[in-house]
């Protein structure tokens, strides 16, 4: 049951970072009129730099791929890692509100990590 529970947790996780990186080549998602004003500068600013946007949604389309699939799962997690971690530190500076959700992918993300965990080992180990 857990395992059924793991691969719906991460096909919504990985579908969620699917549109996210869709939307940094296509701008298909409208932004919101309440975005706080430091954000909407700091889009700006990333906009500014051309080859940025279109690394993170690669990153973003691609880890969402490998996070569907159980059998890439663990590479798909080392993908994700990085974007997460500017998602994580972009709401902590500049939009609070969305950290709930930010919480609940990384817990999604943990128990990945946890379920994968025999495949990271020889990584760290000599």
Same mark, same amino acid.
């Given at each position: 049951?857990?395992?059924?529970?793991?691969?719906?947790?991460?096909?919504?996780?990985?579908?969620?970072?699917?549109?996210?990186?869709?939307?940094?080549?296509?701008?298909?998602?409208?932004?919101?009129?309440?975005?706080?004003?430091?954000?909407?500068?700091?889009?700006?600013? $990333?906009?500014?730099?051309?080859? +940025?946007?279109? %690394? &993170?949604?690669?990153?973003? =389309?691609? #880890?969402?791929? !490998?996070?569907? $699939?159980?059998?890439?799962?663990? +590479?798909?997690? %080392? &993908?994700?890692?990085?974007? =997460?971690? #500017?998602?994580? !530190?972009?709401?902590?500076?500049?939009?609070?509100?969305?950290?709930?959700? &930010?919480?609940?992918?990384?817990?999604?993300?943990?128990?990945?990590?946890?379920?994968?965990?025999?495949?990271?080992?020889?990584?760290?180990?000599?």
């Amino acid at each position: 049951m857990q395992k059924k529970i793991l691969f719906v947790l991460c096909l919504l996780t990985g579908l969620m970072f699917i549109n996210a990186g869709l939307d940094k080549f296509f701008h298909y998602m409208p932004v919101p009129k309440d975005m706080p004003e430091k954000m909407v500068r700091a889009g700006m600013a $990333f906009m500014e730099i051309s080859w +940025l946007m279109p %690394l &993170v949604g690669a990153a973003e =389309l691609i #880890g969402g791929i !490998l996070l569907i $699939f159980p059998r890439t799962r663990a +590479l798909g997690v %080392l &993908v994700i890692i990085p974007v =997460l971690s #500017g998602i994580l !530190l972009t709401n902590i500076y500049f939009a609070p509100s969305g950290l709930p959700i &930010v919480f609940a992918i990384i817990a999604v993300i943990t128990w990945a990590i946890i379920d994968n965990r025999h495949k990271y080992l020889p990584l760290i180990s000599k």
